[in-house]
């Protein structure tokens, strides 16, 4: 079996390190990655994934990347059920596992 998802893309905001109530700590990353073909109105298109990175690579995240660093994330999808009344609503999630610093832009230079 083979679950791996590779993206290549600009961050879209800053990351936070939020720290969960159990110590482990979480950031979450948008990725806006440029469509490689053009659409109708002979423009490229950008998707925007949410990205998740735990641990360690959270805080690494936090550290390197800014809004408008070009990175690379290797992850995995994630399956989660939310329970809204009585339904029940399936989503993927990316889980980012490694993250390739391309070109970073540092939270300093942004402010």
């Known amino acids: 079996m083979l ?3 590779i993206l290549v893309g600009r961050v879209v905001e ?12 979480v950031s979450n990353i948008v990725l806006a990655v440029q469509r490689p073909f053009k659409n109708e109105e002979d423009t490229y298109d950008t998707d ?3 990205i998740q990175v735990w641990y360690a690579m959270a805080e690494i995240a936090n550290e390197y990347c ?18 809204i009344g009585d ?8 889980i980012g596992e ?10 300093q230079e942004n402010e």
Not at 14 to 25: F, S
Not at 98 to 107: E, L, N
Request: positive net charge; aromatic residues 6%; without cysteine.
């Open 3 to 5: 679950n791996n998802v």
């Open 14 to 25: 800053d990351p936070k390190v939020i720290t969960l109530d159990n110590g482990i700590k």
């Open 48 to 50: 925007f994934f949410p």
């Open 66 to 83: 800014g809004k408008g660093s070009i990175i690379g994330v290797k992850g995995r999808l994630s399956t989660k059920i939310n329970e």
């Open 87 to 94: 339904k029940k609503i399936k989503s993927i999630e990316i």
């Open 98 to 107: 490694r993250i390739a610093f391309i070109s970073t832009v540092k939270k």
